[in-house]
């Protein structure tokens, strides 16, 4: 379940809770307001919606909030809702949610998140335009338009570098380590799993919401907003790969639990190309 979609049911619960109660639905704000939290040990995502909406109808937002989630963990996409603050919601996901947002991504592939794409792409090409006098030459195309695209302070020997510390190698390489692991998946006979659930380790659930929250950064139209996501989501696949190997070790048997790992590593680099061609720079599939 992508975050809009979210955002769609945790509204369409709350319409539902206040006419429940005789309060009118009208007050609801045109969306739910969920986002990623800031620290993702409080949820994978986090609504506004009962603290923006509470005024409105003469109820507490802590109340109003713990009416929704008492509706949400009803609902099979949700695993938990935990009341935070002064009236937030901190929701997480099933395990059958996030096999529809990974299977999203899968059936979308190349057009996956690309709402928007337009505005990003010509807003990186125009930082093009304005590069300083021989970046490219001095570092490549690709490490040119990335370091434009992120908006920092170039530094030109750091670009230049085949190193972890270097954020677009980083990211290429991320891209070229999932080409391997899927080519060395299909050398030994291991298919795409399509059901989740397996997944059960909180860095892989962290993992399929940082690619759920693609099509929300394309929206912006911001290259600096796609590039620090795709750093993010690069951590974040290697914060998988150092606890959750994909393929099985020595003579091991291949199970269900590789195959779903497998299919969130091909949505991993789908996303990660989709992003990296925003900004017009390469993904190879192998560095």
């Known amino acids: 379940m992508t975050p809009a979609l979210l955002d769609d049911l945790v509204r369409a619960a709350a319409s539902e809770v206040l006419a429940v109660r005789g309060l009118d639905p009208a007050a609801l704000p045109a969306d739910a307001g969920v986002e990623r939290p800031r620290n993702p040990a409080h949820g994978e995502y986090a609504t506004s919606v009962a603290l923006r909406t509470a005024g409105r109808i003469g109820v507490e937002p802590r109340e109003l909030a713990g009416w929704l989630a008492e509706a949400l963990i009803r609902m099979p996409e949700v695993a938990g809702a935990e009341v935070a603050g002064p009236g937030f919601l901190n929701l997480r996901m099933t395990p059958d949610g996030r096999s529809a ?75 070229a380590r999932a080409a391997s692991l899927i080519r060395n998946a299909a050398d030994l006979g291991i298919g795409l799993g399509t059901d989740l659930r397996p997944l ?32 993010a989501l690069t951590g974040a696949f290697f914060d998988v790969q150092d606890v959750c190997p994909v393929l099985p070790v020595g003579d091991a048997d291949v199970t269900d639990l590789h195959r779903a790992r497998l299919a969130l590593v091909v949505a991993v680099r789908q996303v990660l190309a989709n992003g990296l061609g925003l900004l017009g720079v390469s993904a190879p599939d192998r560095i």
Do not use: K, M, Q
């Open 101 to 175: 947002l990974v299977a999203e991504v899968l059936a979308e592939g190349e057009d996956y998140g690309l709402d928007g794409a337009s505005l990003v792409e010509a807003a990186a090409d125009l930082l093009v335009v304005a590069a300083p006098e021989g970046l490219v030459e001095a570092v490549g195309a690709d490490a040119a338009r990335y370091a434009l695209a992120c908006g920092r302070v170039i530094d030109v020997a750091l670009l230049r570098r085949r190193t972890a510390d270097n954020p677009v190698f980083r990211i290429r390489y991320a891209h």
């Open 200 to 231: 059960a380790h909180p860095r892989e659930a962290e993992l399929v919401c940082a690619i759920g929250h693609f099509p929300a950064v394309v929206r912006s139209g911001e290259p600096h907003r796609v590039a620090r996501y795709l750093e």
